[in-house]
């Protein structure tokens, strides 16, 4: 497919801005590709990409896993955490056996956040999907009973007096023993073997350039923080950009199946013909 301009998605978080600073602002070879890229909130981009409007986004892997007939997942960008994940925050201090009771607010039902708090939960139905950055407010404000946070309220949340219940990032690998599936890149299978592998080799670049030149990007991260303090900016980035961002490797790839096969069991997503993952070259 001879095509030069490529539609990307990603969200304004910090880890997104600083690995893609490079490809969307030419500081890389990008091979006679344009990125032509929207900013928007991680469930906008999962709406986005069931439409099949979007070419390459970032994507929940629960989105993911019903998208896979259509997109594949590439070997770079993807946030896989260890020791981390999303949060269940609350204003009065709740115990586990309590939370299938609770009102809680999600930020969005196709987030990966939302089917960990499923598989661990199953029994907990009573929800409110949320822009994620509404959720403390909720919370504290007694709209809901708790709140299920992810992105960059995992370093604000105690400061303004709330508690955290579980972390489902720790219930993961408790139960798993691997780290927590987050999000990924995907891109189009109509676009063709050839230009996927090369939007591959251009991300996995732009992700070596961002660990090269750590403040690069700075200006772009910036911007698009709104209001976050650059410690929180850059805990952002340590948290969520690692060596599993850039390459996949054989056990990235194990605990995206193994949350794609536990999602299966729970009946939460249908089986997929096609492989997860793009070809090896």
């Not at 996949?248 to 997860?276: C, H, M």
Request: aromatic share 10%; proline share 4%; with cysteine.
């Amino acid at each position: 497919m001879n095509k030069t301009n490529i539609s990307l998605g990603f969200s304004p978080c910090p880890n997104d801005t600083f690995i893609f600073d490079a490809m969307v602002h030419q500081k890389i070879d990008t091979q006679g590709l344009q990125f032509d890229y929207i900013l928007a909130d991680v469930e906008e981009l999962n709406r986005r990409a069931f439409s099949k409007t979007i070419e390459m986004t970032k994507i929940s892997f629960n989105a993911f896993f019903s998208l896979a007939e259509d997109y594949v997942l590439l070997n770079s960008g993807a946030a896989l955490g260890e020791n981390n994940g999303p949060l269940l925050i609350s204003k009065k201090p709740f115990i586990i056996d309590e939370i299938p009771d609770l009102k809680i607010a999600i930020p969005g039902k196709n987030t990966t956040a939302n089917l960990l708090f499923t598989i661990a939960f199953p029994k907990a139905t009573n929800k409110v999907e949320m822009l994620f950055s509404d959720i403390e407010n909720a919370v504290l404000t007694g709209q809901v009973d708790a709140g299920l946070i992810i992105h960059e309220n995992r370093f604000t949340y105690a400061s303004r007096g709330l508690h955290k219940i579980v972390d489902l990032g720790e219930y993961w690998e408790n139960l798993t023993g691997m780290p927590v599936p987050l999000g990924g890149i995907i891109v189009r299978r109509d676009l063709g073997e050839t230009l996927i592998h090369k939007i591959d080799a251009i991300l996995r670049r732009s992700i070596e350039f961002a660990f090269a030149n750590p403040q690069s990007a700075y200006d772009f991260i910036r911007q698009n923080a709104q209001e976050m303090e650059e410690e929180v900016m850059y805990k952002h980035i340590g948290l969520y950009v690692n060596n599993f961002t850039l390459e996949l490797g054989d056990k990235g790839k194990q605990a995206i199946r193994l949350l794609y096969e536990k999602s299966l069991e729970n009946g939460l997503t249908k089986p997929v013909s096609k492989d997860l993952f793009i070809k090896p070259k």
